[in-house]
């Protein structure tokens, strides 16, 4: 018997042990024939989806859900990137000297008056995770904002103008719009991530995990719905002898099977039958130890998208860092500061726009715990090169010009 025939979860089938009958239906040869009603169109869409897998919606709301809500790989791998990110300190500085006081360095340390810096980065980074785009308000008459305020993506769009460039942003909510237009100064900083067959909206991690996400939320609702069933393999019960089962017998036969021998509260309770029924146990098919292996693939698939080693995730199977350290050194140098490089530095272009002034804001690499080993070969590598300047080598670390 196949898996399909035996029904999802494990749920248990009745079988006549003569003659060939139709699933759930021997002895009931006095029914009525039901009438036939159906739709005109109905073997046209019946055809159309046969064998085709389902997969969930690629919206915005509905990838929070299924992906980030709905599954702890996803929202494990979103949390670490963002809050690691969030993390990162920063240094603000002209190109030429790095500020210890300025109205920036303030504006990002509390960015409005319900978020710190932390909690404003980590929602910035999250958006830009799980929509592909972050939006950006600036809050202030002129000059530098006075707040800064992240918007949520799945309300913002993007107006293009004749020319393709953008000249204004919508924020729509509970049936009500507002509109951002921009003029020589954008009122909205949009950060996104790269999308090949889109000028306007980013690509992000969650829409290419998508598929595996499906899959690995389909073998967590296989599982448990085996759990559900006694997290036993399903079997069939025997009818021997003639004739079968009447109607009345089937529907309490039934109704008996569901109300004490399904669910976790009646697992290995004892199965009393009568009447010439016997019951056949199943083992598992070879599909169904293949579950938990999809299910880990998919788990890996996940962190593959989002740039997280699975190591880091808890997923067992290949490992492909030598140790934990190794991974994370990976995960910051390949994952993280690339995404915090690319935000500041549109953030930075932004905010030297509203403040008429050459204004870089950059991640500082020395003060990143899990780099700080390679920082140190790299201190001491340029620091022992008796052939640069000081100012060369100052340069090569990524640290302004000493003052004449």
């Excluded at 009447?246 to 109704?255: E, I, K, T, V």
Aim: charged share 25%; with cysteine; glycine share 10%.
């Amino acid at each position: 018997m196949t898996k399909d025939e035996r029904g999802a979860g494990g749920r248990p089938f009745f079988m006549g042990k003569m003659k060939e009958r139709a699933m759930f239906g021997f002895g009931r040869k006095d029914a009525a024939p039901e009438a036939a009603k159906a739709s005109a169109t109905g073997r046209v869409v019946a055809w159309g989806t046969a064998g085709r897998s389902v997969w969930s919606p690629r919206d915005t709301g509905s990838m929070v859900r299924t992906g980030f809500t709905g599954n702890p790989v996803g929202f494990r791998a979103v949390k670490l990137i963002a809050e690691a990110a969030a993390a990162v300190p920063l240094v603000c500085g002209d190109g030429m000297a790095r500020f210890e006081v300025h109205p920036v360095v303030d504006l990002l340390a509390r960015p409005n008056g319900a978020q710190g810096r932390a909690e404003w980065f980590e929602a910035l980074f999250g958006q830009l995770m799980l929509s592909g785009d972050a939006f950006v308000e600036a809050v202030g008459a002129e000059g530098l904002p006075l707040e800064l305020h992240v918007l949520r993506s799945d309300r913002m769009s993007v107006v293009p103008g004749a020319d393709g460039w953008p000249v204004a942003y919508d924020y729509a909510v509970g049936g009500r719009k507002h509109r951002f237009k921009v003029g020589e100064v954008s009122p909205i900083c949009h950060v996104r991530m790269f999308h090949p067959q889109d000028d306007h909206y980013g690509l992000s991690p969650m829409q290419a995990a998508a598929s595996a996400i499906d899959v690995h939320n389909a073998a967590s609702k296989w599982s448990k719905g085996l759990l559900d069933n006694a997290a036993r393999p399903s079997g069939a019960i025997v009818h021997q002898g003639e004739p079968g089962l009447s109607p009345d017998q089937f529907d309490r036969l039934s109704a008996e099977l569901e109300a004490n021998h399904q669910g976790a509260r009646n697992a290995g309770r004892p199965m009393l039958l009568e009447g010439g029924l016997d019951w056949k146990p199943m083992g598992f098919s070879p599909s169904d130890m293949e579950f938990q292996k999809t299910k880990e693939a998919a788990a890996r698939e996940i962190a593959t998208a989002f740039g997280v080693p699975p190591m880091m995730l808890g997923i067992p199977g290949d490992a492909t860092y030598a140790n934990y350290v190794e991974a994370n050194r990976a995960f910051y140098r390949l994952t993280v500061l690339p995404l915090v490089g690319k935000v500041v530095e549109a953030l930075s272009h932004w905010l030297s726009q509203h403040g008429q002034e050459p204004m870089r804001i950059e991640p500082d690499r020395d003060r990143v715990p899990a780099l700080q080993a390679e920082r140190d070969a790299e201190w001491a590598r340029i620091a022992s090169a008796d052939f640069l300047t000081n100012d060369e080598k100052r340069r090569m670390l990524g640290l302004p010009a000493l003052e004449v």
